[in-house]
């Protein structure tokens, strides 16, 4: 394979990634989305429509408030003060190029070709502006291979289906938080550890669902904090918390003139009322409920406590791991660890929810490209009855079938190592299970009786998965060694740190020490004579 011999080559596939990735997209745009031509409520389209009609036209106290002009239960706003922001943003240019698009009141369910291709265009900016050049500054700064290795894994990433799907076929921002995450992830590796708190506070502040990862960034700084040796550990804690606070206080700024106010954005960000659980999300809670029912036999603030009580249970052993022995590696694999435990137990769970655990998992593909794969293919099938509704089955096929052949081109160019052969069988028979319930829900009507078996078989079966894959990434991030990076110069800290070379293959430093030691004796005794 040619190598790259250049940074402006690099540049240029760089460009050339981007461009094919964004063409993609604008191929899914085309097709239909949430909710289209389906009065009253139409879908997740509309709600980001009328987000910005609303937000445009009233004041900033009125935006999470129900009045006469903002009723909230019509896709009333229930996100942080960034993704509010964003769409005042947007409705302030939509305003600018066709006033109908969010005029107050008269405005509700407005479809039109011009608006498609507006909105279609806020998601591609945003891709163009955050997710994709976050997804580049990570692999490109963070791992330790070859150029054109580091590239080609970027780009299977970035034509993972399911936030292709979600984003650009449903209609959804995810991009913007993912990215903001995704980039606080990079520069923590980087060493940018006050750079990496800004960019997570405002991924938390587009979306609670960050919450996911709050429990890694917290341990992994703080444990930073704790084993600090080139500044003073006291010093440095209060420099990220400083960072944090100011970064949380600019957000939140406008709804802080009075405590009813900043408890209204809260209860609409925790609607602890919705109930434990969205249509058929593949957690366990779902899967419980079909067999036990227990959203009718249990009180709701039971399930509130249980889904707490777990969700913990769940994410303390891979936090305290981290916080401990706060690697990047480990880091890596507790934000996957956690945030599926998050989306497995906690509390009103959408099944759109499972990209923050997918998107964990592309970070770690290099190092598990197998496993990763499985996973993001199954995460995507998991949403298989929502695309479905939405008319995007076609690209679904397209998109996974385009994913599996590029993951193939990747093992047969820069995987040499066969996968374990048991790892291997698990993953055909669970793509043939996959493929089979895929088709009898696409081909076969459901019975009367049983409207929703089709949607309830994926959710089990997805969830089933999803538990197999939360044991397996907590046994890697549990048996995994803190590595060092070109960067350290040499190792510290702990006796069996390890560093990969040029080529990614992981090599022990302490060999390396003692063979240069041996080296230098060996010169000596030649001069020495």
């Known amino acids: 394979m040619a190598t790259i011999s250049s940074p402006k080559h690099a540049f240029g596939l760089s460009l050339l990634i981007i461009s094919i990735s964004i063409s993609v997209r604008w191929c899914v745009a085309i097709y239909s989305f949430s909710g289209a031509g389906k009065p009253p409520l139409f879908g997740d389209y509309e709600a980001q429509r009328h987000w910005m009609e609303v937000i445009y036209n009233l004041p900033v106290k009125e935006w999470y408030q129900n009045t006469t002009d903002n009723d909230l239960q019509y896709w009333g706003l229930d996100y942080p003060p960034l993704t509010a922001y964003h769409s005042w943003i947007c409705g302030y240019i939509a305003n600018k190029i066709d006033p109908d698009w969010v005029a107050l009141h008269s405005s509700r369910g407005f479809e039109s070709g011009a608006h498609k291709i507006f909105m279609r265009s806020t998601v591609i900016l945003i891709d163009l502006l955050i997710y994709l050049p976050a997804i580049l500054l990570f692999y490109l700064t963070t791992l330790r291979r070859s150029t054109e290795e580091k590239l080609f894994i970027s780009s299977v990433i970035l034509m993972y289906p399911g936030l292709i799907l979600i984003d650009h076929g449903h209609f959804q921002y ?56 080139q500044e003073y550990r006291l010093w440095k804690l209060i420099k990220i918390g ?99 435990a998050f989306f497995l137990f906690s509390y009103q769970v959408h099944e759109k929810s499972i990209l923050i655990p997918a998107v964990s998992a592309c970070l770690v593909f290099a190092e598990q490209p197998f496993l990763v794969s499985w996973f993001l293919i199954i995460s995507t099938f998991s949403m298989l009855p929502l695309l479905i509704k939405d008319g995007l089955l076609l690209t679904y096929t397209a998109l996974t079938s385009m994913f599996i052949i590029m993951v193939v081109i990747y093992f047969r160019i820069f995987r040499s190592e066969p996968t374990k052969r048991l790892l291997k069988v698990m993953g055909v028979l669970s793509f043939i299970g996959m493929s089979i319930l895929g088709l009898l829900s696409v081909t ?85 004579e």
């Open 242 to 340: 400083f960072v944090v606070l100011l970064t949380f206080g600019l957000c939140w700024f406008p709804f802080l003139s009075d405590v009813d106010s900043a408890l209204q954005v809260l209860r609409r960000l925790f609607p602890f009322g919705r109930g434990l659980f969205e249509d058929k999300v593949s957690n366990l809670w779902c899967v419980l409920d079909v067999l036990l029912k227990i959203k009718r036999l249990v009180a709701q603030e039971h399930l509130v406590l249980a889904s707490l009580v777990s969700t913990l249970a769940a994410v303390a052993p891979s936090g305290l791991d981290l916080l401990l022995t706060p690697s990047m590696e480990k880091f890596k694999y507790s934000l996957v660890n956690c945030s599926l």
């Open 174 to 229: 995810n991009n913007a938080s993912l990215g903001f995450a995704v980039l606080a992830v990079a520069m923590i590796g980087l060493r940018r550890d006050l750079w990496g708190s800004f960019l997570f506070v405002c991924a938390l502040n587009y979306k609670q669902m960050e919450l996911y990862h709050s429990v890694p960034f917290f341990c992994v700084l703080l444990g930073k904090c704790f084993k600090s040796t």
């Open 444 to 528: 076969i009507p459901p019975p009367a009786r049983y409207p929703d078996i089709f949607p309830v078989l994926i959710s089990g079966y997805c969830c089933v998965h999803f538990l197999f894959f939360l044991v397996g990434f907590y046994y890697l991030q549990l048996m995994s060694v803190p590595m060092a990076t070109a960067q350290d110069g040499k190792v510290k800290g702990h006796p069996k740190a390890r560093v990969k070379n040029n080529e990614g293959k992981v090599e022990d430093q302490t060999k390396n020490i003692t063979k240069n030691s041996k080296k230098q004796k060996k010169k000596k005794k030649k001069k020495a």
